[in-house]
């Protein structure tokens, strides 16, 4: 664990702080954003240069537009008059402990079940996307149909909209 | 001696850090470059400002700036000045914190995508092995400062410039990693510098570069038009059409903070030029054998300058789209072309050497594109133009 961690976590924590205590809904939504910056630089730490890149370009270039696009579409940005907690917080903090202590149990099992880990491995954007149209195509083919699948609802539902105002 | 002149920056760099310690090296070796390109890109831009607007004086019948230094050749000195000492006016109910990051970011983003050009022989600043993944994403955080710009502006006008840029961004952005996909697939890496080294060898004294082949020409005019349209250029300017929206998102800057959304934009045209120089012009590699004594980067500047007139020669010419034409060309038109793009290079790829696959790749390409074009031209009906009041 270097410095350089540290920065870089301290920056994705504060920024999902923000992003959670902001009054501002626009506010929420670009702290969010720095958060997203800081998890993509913690990628770029470990060495994982696809992953860190993949996650600006879709997170920072896409997530983040689509969300700053549904907030200004749908109430605006002004502060709630009834504050920024919902009135659920509880419930959703006990949720989100668990599945942290989940996660982190099942990231120190690994270090038993694998012990002999040791050496760094290094994988390159070469080795992803062999794995990806080689080993891996079933899955990414049913993503992709998905996705289309997804697509294709959207268009309906935007179009539907549009009959319905003529 | 000619090898000498092609690296003499490299060496230049060598002989400056061979002063200091071994342990600041590195790090002064990074810096040396970061402050090269920090301080070129920004005087290539102010030059860049001259020959734009003394270009579309000529285009238009007019002079241009002649008053600051001869033939106007220091007008960007005065202009750097106005915009230093201007007042910066930010409005009353403006988002002040917002409102000051934007062109900050937008900037900083932009300046980003140089580290991966290689912008001469040895000359790239961080040679990834995702070269071309880094420089997408980092284009794709300029969407953000856009908004931000917008958005934290509180005024119509800059929202709906916002709006139409972010929108339009996202959906050129397809475009143009769609064109470029076809180039990681010819050269099977997206390493920059490993794209360049493809396409740098010849035959009977003519270069390898990608935009010699059916699906790279193809490739390339896509790519062109989709670089138009994420650095806001005409005739894909529309975020700032200054006769609806006055300047779109940067309406209510001013002073210096203007002048970083106006450098930002240049930077941008730049370093989108200067990836589509790599990606198809074979980046600096000279255009003929017998030419290849010539230092790279004197080709890769030419290349990319080359580029910058072309976007000012389009300028010049051509009228502004409406937003629904915009986003129709990007959706119907240019986005299955692409698709079609990807298959037709991957043709390219399994049907070997010889003249067939240069006649099936052209014939597909040329025949989509007439019947795209034509179906289009048919459903819209224009006949010969007719004015109700003018005759």
New interface residues.
């Given amino acids: 664990m270097s410095f350089v961690f540290y920065l870089l976590a301290a920056l994705t924590v504060a920024g999902a702080f923000a992003a959670m205590l902001l009054k501002?809904t626009?506010?929420c939504a670009?702290a969010l954003?720095v958060a997203f910056a800081g998890l993509?630089l913690l990628f770029l730490n470990l060495d994982a240069?696809?992953a860190g890149?993949?996650q600006?370009?879709v997170y920072?270039?896409?997530v983040?537009?689509l969300v700053?696009?549904a907030i200004?579409l749908t109430r605006g940005?002004e502060t709630p008059r009834d504050g920024v907690f919902s009135r659920t917080w509880f419930v959703g903090l006990l949720i989100a402990a668990g599945v942290f202590a989940t996660l982190s149990w099942a990231v120190l099992q690994s270090v038993r079940v694998l012990p002999h880990e040791t050496a760094v491995p290094t994988v390159?954007?070469?080795q992803i996307g062999n794995a990806l149209v080689g080993r891996f195509v079933l899955p990414l083919e049913i993503v992709a149909l998905l996705l289309t699948a997804a697509t294709i609802g959207a268009v309906i539902v935007a179009m539907h909209e549009k009959e319905g105002q003529q | 001696m000619i090898d000498h002149l092609d690296q003499i920056f490299v060496l230049l760099r060598h002989w400056l850090v061979s002063f200091l310690p071994a342990p600041l090296q590195p790090v002064v070796c990074v810096l040396l470059s970061v402050a090269a390109i920090v301080s070129l890109f920004p005087a290539l831009f102010a030059l860049t400002t001259v020959f734009e607007r003394k270009g579309l004086a000529r285009i238009q019948n007019r002079i241009g700036p002649n008053r600051v230094g001869p033939f106007g050749v220091l007008q960007p000195i005065a202009d750097g000045i106005k915009s230093l000492t201007k007042e910066d006016i930010v409005p009353l109910s403006a988002?002040a914190a917002?409102h000051f990051l934007a062109p900050v970011v937008l900037v900083v983003a932009v300046f980003m995508g140089f580290a991966v050009l290689p912008m001469g022989r040895n000359m790239v600043l961080a040679d990834?092995?995702?070269g071309l993944?880094?420089y997408?994403?980092?284009?794709?955080?300029t969407?953000?400062s856009v908004?931000?710009a917008g958005?934290s502006s509180r005024n119509k006008y800059s929202?709906l410039g916002a709006?139409r840029a972010?929108a339009q961004m996202?959906s050129y952005?397809v475009v143009l990693l769609l064109s470029s996909v076809t180039v990681v697939m010819m050269a099977?890496?997206?390493s920059l510098s490993k794209i360049v080294a493809a396409q740098n060898h010849y035959s009977w004294g003519l270069p390898h570069w990608y935009i010699f082949t059916p699906w790279g020409c193809a490739g390339f005019v896509m790519y062109a038009i989709a670089a138009t349209a994420e650095t806001n250029r005409s005739p894909f300017d529309l975020p700032e059409g200054e006769s609806e929206l006055v300047a779109g998102y940067h309406t209510e800057y001013s002073g210096f903070k203007f002048a970083l959304f106006f450098l930002g934009e240049y930077l941008a045209m730049f370093s989108i030029s200067g990836l589509g120089t790599t990606l198809f012009l074979g980046g600096w590699s000279a255009p003929f054998s017998f030419l290849t004594w010539i230092p790279s980067w004197i080709w890769f500047f030419s290349k990319l300058m080359l580029s910058i007139f072309v976007f000012i020669w389009l300028r010049g010419t051509l009228p502004r789209l409406r937003q629904d034409q915009l986003m129709n060309f990007a959706w119907k038109f240019v986005l299955p072309m692409c698709l079609l793009n990807l298959l037709v290079a991957g043709l390219w790829r399994f049907l070997g050497d010889g003249w067939a696959r240069w006649a099936v790749c052209s014939v597909i390409l040329i025949g989509a594109y007439g019947a795209m074009g034509w179906g289009e031209m048919r459903r819209k009906h224009i006949g010969p133009r007719s004015y109700r009041y003018a005759e």
């Fill in positions: 501002n626009v506010h670009l954003t993509a240069q696809f890149f993949a600006i370009l920072i270039g896409a983040a537009i700053v696009f200004l940005s390159t954007v070469l | 988002d917002v990834m092995n995702a993944l880094f997408f994403a980092m284009g794709a955080s969407e953000l908004f931000m958005w929202l709006m972010v996202i952005e099977g890496s997206l």
